[in-house]
């Protein structure tokens, strides 16, 4: 008998064998799997590393925010309590040197001058101040 024929019938006539031989494919694959199974642990495992444990608590200071408002004759006011242009430049510094530094919002009337609103930015710049920002009203 021949490799990959069939008994012959009775008729003398030889068949192809049509089915697939599976135990080298089978042989294959246990052989990787094999390799797997060794491999994989110790790609895991590679380095013991203890890492410290440690517990941090967030910081919610939040900083507080001041609001400086312009009217539309030029007049400064510090959260609603009137100061003069000489006493600002005092108040920004103390505040710029606070930790965390607060957040200054200008409130600029629309009728105002550009130059007073520039002269407040000008003045919260040199005094120290970083984060600087515009109120401004949504149109409806």
Known sequence: MAFGMQEATSDDDTEVMNEINMTPLVDVMLVLLIIFIITVPVMKHAI?????????????????????????????????????????????????????????????????????????????????LRKIGFITEPKH
Do not use: C
């Not at 203890?50 to 939040?62: C, G, M, V, Y």
């Not at 408002?69 to 005092?90: H, I, K, M, P, R």
């Open 48 to 128: 013991q590393v203890e890492l410290p444990s440690a517990t941090a608590q967030r910081q919610d200071i939040k900083p507080e925010t001041i609001q400086l408002s312009v009217d539309a004759q030029g007049a400064y006011f510090w959260n609603q309590n009137a100061v003069t242009q000489e006493a600002l430049g005092g108040m920004l510094e103390v505040e710029a040197h606070k930790e965390p530094q607060p957040e200054l919002h200008i409130r600029g009337d629309k009728a105002v001058r550009y130059e007073f609103v520039a002269q407040a930015m000008a003045t919260a710049k040199q005094a120290g």
